[in-house]
């Protein structure tokens, strides 16, 4: 199973509004709404941000949202702040009862 | 307070195993499953395997099929997961997360990691 395929990074300055995109295929993303969204900072370990497409899990804010469309996920963080620098992780259930994670986005607050 | 609790970091010789556990407190174990993720310095993030705690059913990617092996202990609410016939490619920082619904989607709860060195 290939690593699901995400743009190595993405940049914003603070305020705007940025998308990354998550690009699988129909044995993954675009047969199952069981796409994750991870954040991590350096040095830590992953926080899920986002399940089954566009649930945001407990406690995180309202400006992460995410969506699906065919074989490509996305995850949109509104009103960008710095404390939202880190790297972001797809994940996505397969038709091989698995999982694969995205290649990774490094977010920039410009 | 849900919590993960990882063994101590590793060093291990080209050819040998090593088991990494997983202690977890705060919640239902036998409702849970637990997934291993891993990550090599500077890269991504690269799924293992998972757990559920209640059945004891695990997957593998084919990848790691032959080599890991995950299994749980109900008595004292902790998991494990075996690798073997290590290489230093299989150098990385190991990560235990737990799903406490056990649907194996909401993988809310993680460990901090547990480093392991392959070196001869």
């Known amino acids: 199973q290939s690593a699901l395929t995400q743009p190595a990074s993405v940049s914003g300055s603070p305020g705007q509004s940025i998308t990354i995109y998550c690009t699988g295929s129909?044995?993954?993303?675009?047969?199952?709404?069981?796409v994750s969204w991870f954040q991590q900072h350096p040095g830590k370990a992953p926080k899920l941000m986002i399940y089954?497409?566009?649930n945001r899990a407990s406690g995180v804010s309202k400006r992460f949202s995410g969506s699906k469309s065919g074989n490509t996920a996305s995850l949109t963080i509104s009103g960008l702040q710095a404390e939202d620098e880190a790297d972001y992780y797809c994940c996505s259930y397969t038709n091989s009862r698995t999982r694969v994670f995205g290649t990774g986005t490094k977010i920039t607050v410009l | 307070q849900m919590q993960l609790v990882q063994s101590g970091p590793e060093v291990k010789k080209p050819g040998t195993s090593v088991k990494v556990s997983c202690k977890t407190s705060?919640?239902?174990?036998?409702?849970?499953?637990v997934q291993w993720v891993r990550q090599a310095r500077g890269q991504r993030l690269e799924w293992i395997g998972w757990?559920?705690?209640?059945?004891?059913?695990?997957n593998y990617p084919q990848k790691f099929q032959e080599r890991v092996t995950i299994s749980r202990d109900m008595s004292t609410g902790t998991v494990y997961m075996e690798v073997r016939s290590l290489s230093s490619e299989d150098t990385a920082v190991y990560y235990c997360?737990?799903?406490?619904?056990?649907?194996?989607?909401?993988?809310?709860?993680w460990g901090l990691g547990t480093l392991v060195t392959v070196s001869s």
């Open positions: 997360a737990a799903d406490r619904g056990g649907s194996g989607d909401v993988f809310e709860y």
């Open positions: 129909s044995s993954d993303i675009g047969g199952y709404n069981y």
């Open positions: 705060g919640f239902t174990f036998s409702n849970s499953a």
């Open positions: 089954d497409v566009s």
């Open positions: 757990i559920v705690v209640g059945s004891g059913h695990t």
